[in-house]
């Protein structure tokens, strides 16, 4: 097996094996018997009505895509970017990664995109959504800065935070400096990914419809802020201020871009986040689990559904 299989294989297979670690850690903390008495007894009207704050994220993703491709010269049909949209999630599932692949090679057969060019306005539409997360990251920074402050008062000498925090602030441009002279090495694809970031970011300024897609950006995220919220109710005794929400929200969405769609690692995550507010792992990990498995079906459906209708959509294709 060369190289490039290897690493084919590895990307491939790690990630499934510590999705199963995980799932045996989290299952180790609730047992499946009480957990399937939380799912028995969920409120699946509150789990609905959060799925579809879900489905107009979808959607608008679809709709957004629209913005990044027109001034290439391509304009393709809404239910078939809504129908690669819904693809790529679910490959995502089986191998992480190949849905932004896959949602460029659907572009490619159905609306005669090239793949290079579908694939860059994918990777634009990442960037934009990693800013939007970052962001989401320092209103939650801001909203809990006197939670965050006495948790760490509490658990690590003032004194020590702050001398920590200037050797990071000093180390972090020594380590720019370095970046911005790298010819080669790992330091080069560093440089290479934040030159790409910057452009990216300045890239949609520049379009035409700019204000459109920034706002389709933010109701993406938005959405995906409210599906988890809307979930909450379905258990009853789960009371969780908004600051448990927004670092539970953050705990899961990075999760779920360190597993196969956060198997196992997301009821982990984001009982852990709870746990910060008094919440019961018990009772975290329950939510944990029906809010992934709500998410997690949603995606089999709809990208089962779009993986069937597509063909017959596109006929003669």
């Known amino acids: 097996m060369g190289n490039s299989s290897l690493k084919k294989v590895t990307k491939t297979t790690l990630p499934l094996l510590l999705g199963g670690l995980l799932v045996w850690y989290s299952l180790s903390k609730i047992s499946i018997d009480t957990l399937i008495g939380y799912f028995k007894n969920a409120h699946y009207g509150w789990i609905f009505f959060g799925l579809s704050f879900g489905i107009l994220s979808h959607l608008s993703r679809a709709y957004r895509w629209k913005f990044m491709l027109e001034p290439l010269g391509y304009q393709p049909k809404f239910p078939n970017s809504v129908m690669a ?124 419809n700019k204000w459109a897609f920034i706002f389709h950006t933010i109701f993406i995220w938005v959405m995906y802020v409210l599906m988890f919220w809307a979930t909450l109710p379905a258990i009853d005794g789960l009371n969780v201020p908004l600051g448990g929400i927004l670092i539970g929200f953050i705990a899961g969405g990075f999760s779920i871009a360190a597993t196969n769609g956060g198997i196992g690692l997301y009821p982990v995550a984001v009982a852990g986040a709870f746990a910060l507010f008094g919440v019961s792992e018990e009772l975290g990990s329950a939510f944990g689990w029906i809010m992934w498995t709500a998410q997690t079906a949603m995606i089999i459906v709809f990208g089962g559904l779009a993986f069937i209708l597509l063909p017959m959509y596109n006929k003669g294709k």
Not at 145 to 164: E, M, R, S
Not at 180 to 186: C, D, H, Q, R, Y
Request: a positive charge; aromatic letters at 14%.
């Open 85 to 208: 949209v819904l693809i790529a999630y679910l490959v995502n599932y089986a191998v992480p990664r190949a849905g932004e692949v896959s949602r460029a090679a659907v572009m490619t057969n159905y609306e005669n995109i090239p793949f290079d060019k579908g694939f860059g306005t994918i990777v634009a539409e990442r960037i934009a959504d990693l800013i939007m997360l970052l962001l989401i990251v320092v209103i939650t920074l801001f909203v809990q800065f006197d939670f965050i402050y006495d948790l760490l008062t509490k658990n690590f000498d003032p004194t020590k935070i702050i001398i920590l925090l200037v050797l990071a602030i000093i180390g972090f441009f020594i380590f720019s400096f370095y970046v911005k002279k790298a010819t080669s090495g790992i330091l080069l694809k560093i440089k290479t990914f934040v030159t790409g970031l910057i452009e990216g970011v300045t890239s949609i300024f520049r379009m035409k």
